[in-house]
């Protein structure tokens, strides 16, 4: 099992940019794949991005070329840059791990972090 803690949160005028960290502890962390959620109030939970641990990268379209996802297997954390914010980006932000990157797409990782909050207004 590997420990997640979520930080980087904020509240951010929409345009601007946002850096979110998900620090791991536990088990090897280079060989997991990583990934980004997303749950705005009365909505489901949805797939942000996703990382392998080869390094290759997955986005939801709603975010492809707006947000980075990002690891330092050094530093045992993944980054979820994010730019060109939008209101509809207001959610908490989960950060997840697990054995394939199929996993942590299909939200069925092993792993979760407690959530940290986006907040873009317009």
């Known amino acids: 099992q590997v420990q997640l803690v979520e930080s980087g949160g904020g509240l951010v005028q929409a345009g601007g940019s946002l850096r979110l960290s998900c620090a791991a502890s536990?088990?090897?962390?280079?060989?997991?794949?990583m990934g980004w959620f997303r749950q705005a109030p009365g909505k489901e939970r949805e797939f942000v991005s996703a990382?392998?641990?080869?390094?290759?990268?997955y986005y939801a379209d709603s975010v492809k070329g707006r947000f980075t996802i990002s690891k330092d297997n050094a530093k045992n954390t993944v980054y979820l840059q994010m730019n060109s914010l939008k209101p509809e980006d207001t959610a908490v932000y989960y950060c997840?791990?697990?054995?394939?990157?199929?996993?942590?797409?299909?939200?069925?990782?092993?792993?979760w972090g407690q959530g940290t909050q986006v907040t873009v207004s317009s």
């Open positions: 997840a791990a697990g054995p394939t990157a199929g996993t942590v797409i299909a939200g069925t990782a092993n792993s």
């Open positions: 536990g088990r090897t962390f280079s060989s997991y794949a």
């Open positions: 990382i392998r641990w080869g390094g290759s990268t």
